[in-house]
């Protein structure tokens, strides 16, 4: 063999070579390609799924704002049946004390139904006065409470769980005055 030919057999078995790692490589891009249109669609659908999620989550929070109350409300109203019932009363001298004890029987009912929802009285007459828990409207010498504590209560503090859902208006005792 002469150069030549050596030079042409080389060239041809460079140029095979070439060609098989030109195919090798349109082959890996080509699984590349694939593999990254899966990754695309998959991310897609993904993307799509969580958009429904959050759709959904929006949707069931509203309607836990809007509907929340619904059970306590429920409730509510066989409270208000009975006050209605009592209004409809003729109170005379003769029934005004059975009048007087549906109206109690009625103020037990609803408290029952603020404790059954989670709200609660918070107790205060006598108690250290907290600023978190009460407003003072004055305050008023007391020889039987401790200055700082809650003499009276004008009206009642409420929790709703371990949340205060309304402060009470108290009168604190203070020292009395030394004469």
């Given at each position: 063999m002469n150069s030549n030919e050596n030079a042409n057999s080389n060239q041809n078995q460079?140029?095979?070579a070439g060609e098989e790692t030109v195919v090798s490589i349109s082959a890996e891009n080509q699984k590349l390609a694939e593999e990254a249109e899966k990754f695309?669609?998959?991310?897609?659908y993904l993307k799509a799924e969580f958009e429904n999620y959050k759709r959904h989550a929006i949707k069931e929070r509203a309607d836990l704002l809007k509907f929340g109350a619904e059970r306590f409300i429920r409730d509510l109203l066989g409270v208000l049946d009975n006050f209605e019932r009592g209004l409809l009363m003729k109170v005379t001298p003769d029934n005004y004390l059975s009048f007087v004890k549906g109206v109690?029987?009625?103020a037990s009912e609803l408290k029952t139904l603020l404790n059954k929802h989670s709200v609660t009285e918070v107790p205060s007459e006598g108690l250290?006065?907290?600023?978190?828990?009460?407003?003072a409207l004055?305050?008023?010498?007391?020889?039987?409470i401790p200055p700082g504590h809650v003499l009276r209560v004008f009206q009642k503090p409420y929790k709703f769980h371990d949340k205060i859902l309304r402060t009470g208006q108290v009168v604190v005792a203070k020292k009395p005055e030394a004469n």
């Open positions: 460079t140029n095979a695309k669609n998959e991310y897609l109690e029987m009625t250290a006065f907290d600023p978190n828990v009460h407003e004055s305050a008023e010498p007391s020889e039987s």
